[in-house]
């Protein structure tokens, strides 16, 4: 069963563009939210997190907005280059647990 | 410095073969992980090793058998595999386990035949 739901499955952006990836999950203990960007052949690198005390964090390009009421947290990434190119994990997880719940990923296409 | 390292970076055995997998990280981080991913799929837990002991084993099949050495170090030893276990193998860590940031390596190509 899959704790976290993810969409788009696929993006493709233009070079400058907002690219916005969309999460959502079920279990209200999950307290920490990262995201993790992989390129082809790399093992995932986290990219920005979260915990839900906090309603939006941005770092340079990348921005988590997260909605508790809504159960629903996204990935905006402002003018997106070619180098973003890669697929996109959103995770979840309980401070007293140890699995990361992975949501299917977004394979993210930033065209120049 | 965040580094986790895998060896070896690509794997190719039989399925008779017995090999292994190594992953070590030098971040004082207690507890370490083997995830498997396959093409266009999320890491998959296998392993969850806390402060050296196994304290997760995912259901994962006995051709598989983890081992953490010391605090720094993580091995998967392979033995039988099926083609169906052709997979990534990533390792990562965290500085405590639960709720914390995991940093992944760069993972091992495993190719059964």
């Known amino acids: 069963q899959q704790q976290v739901k993810q969409s788009p499955q696929s993006l493709i952006v233009q070079k400058g563009g907002i690219s916005i990836i969309n999460c959502a999950y079920e279990?209200?203990?999950?307290?920490?939210f990262p995201w993790y960007q992989q390129f082809p052949g790399k093992g995932p690198a986290l990219l920005i997190a979260i915990r839900p005390d906090v309603s939006e964090k941005k770092e340079g390009r990348f921005t988590i907005s997260f909605n508790k009421s809504a159960k629903q947290f996204s990935l905006h990434i402002m003018d997106s280059q070619p180098g973003d190119s890669a697929t996109y994990f959103c995770a979840a997880s309980i401070n007293s647990g140890y699995a990361l719940n992975f949501g299917k990923g977004t394979s993210l296409l930033v065209t120049p | 410095d965040t580094e986790v390292t895998q060896t070896p970076k690509h794997l190719v055995m039989g399925m008779t073969n017995k090999k292994s997998l190594k992953c070590e990280q030098h971040m004082g981080h207690r507890a370490m992980y083997w995830y498997k991913q396959k093409a266009k799929k999320p890491p998959e837990l296998m392993f969850v090793y806390s402060y050296e002991k196994l304290s997760i084993n995912e259901s994962v099949p006995s051709r598989f058998s983890p081992e953490c050495p010391n605090s720094s170090l993580l091995n998967l030893h392979l033995h039988a595999l099926q083609p169906e276990d052709s997979a990534l193998y990533l390792c990562?860590?965290?500085?405590?386990?639960?709720?914390?940031?995991?940093?992944f390596g760069p993972g091992t190509r495993l190719l059964v035949l």
């Open positions: 279990n209200t203990a999950f307290d920490y």
């Open positions: 990562a860590s965290s500085q405590s386990p639960g709720g914390e940031t995991q940093y």
